[in-house]
């Protein structure tokens, strides 16, 4: 393997790592509630009209991550399957290999994202949506809402 090849798989892995933490604040703006939002906004909490705004219109925001992380996804597979054509000949051999790999990493990517601990998401989410702010100051010191009842 060359350097230009190493170099495309480090520029791949990086392009994993950010995908999954796109993948983390796609959870945290899933899980994130509208009244958990407009207590934000009561309390006084910067960057809280931000939030407010994105747990309105979810899909818009949801879509545009989706979006962004699938053509990071996609640069991904594209310099990991160079390097496999390069060392590979061009037959179904290394497609499979190619899909593989890709595979198993987007499986590992999307994994990890949805067992991070909720704190991360909720640091993601925070540094996805209100640029200059500390994430343990906003989200972490809001309070968590009432447990749902329970029918008996």
Do not use: H
């Not at 994105?54 to 899909?59: N, W």
């Not at 594209?78 to 060392?87: D, G, K």
Request: glycine share 6%; with cysteine; aromatic share 6%.
């Amino acid at each position: 393997m060359t350097s230009a090849d190493w170099l495309q798989l480090g520029i791949a892995f990086v392009l994993m790592i950010l995908a999954g933490l796109i993948a983390a604040a796609e959870a945290a703006f899933s899980s994130f509630s509208k009244a958990r939002a407009n207590r934000l906004v009561e309390d006084g909490q910067p960057g809280a009209q931000r939030v407010r705004k994105i747990v309105e219109d979810p899909p818009r925001y949801l879509n545009t991550a989706l979006f962004v992380r699938s053509m990071i996804e996609i640069s991904a597979i594209i310099l990991v399957a160079n390097v496999i054509f390069s060392l590979i000949p061009k037959t179904w051999q290394a497609g499979a290999v190619t899909a593989g790999i890709m595979i198993i990493g987007g499986l590992v990517e999307v994994s990890s994202a949805s067992s991070l601990p909720s704190s991360w998401s909720k640091s993601a989410l925070q540094c996805c949506s209100i640029p200059g702010t500390r994430a343990s100051t906003t989200l972490s010191s809001t309070r968590t809402p009432p447990p749902l009842p329970t029918s008996s």
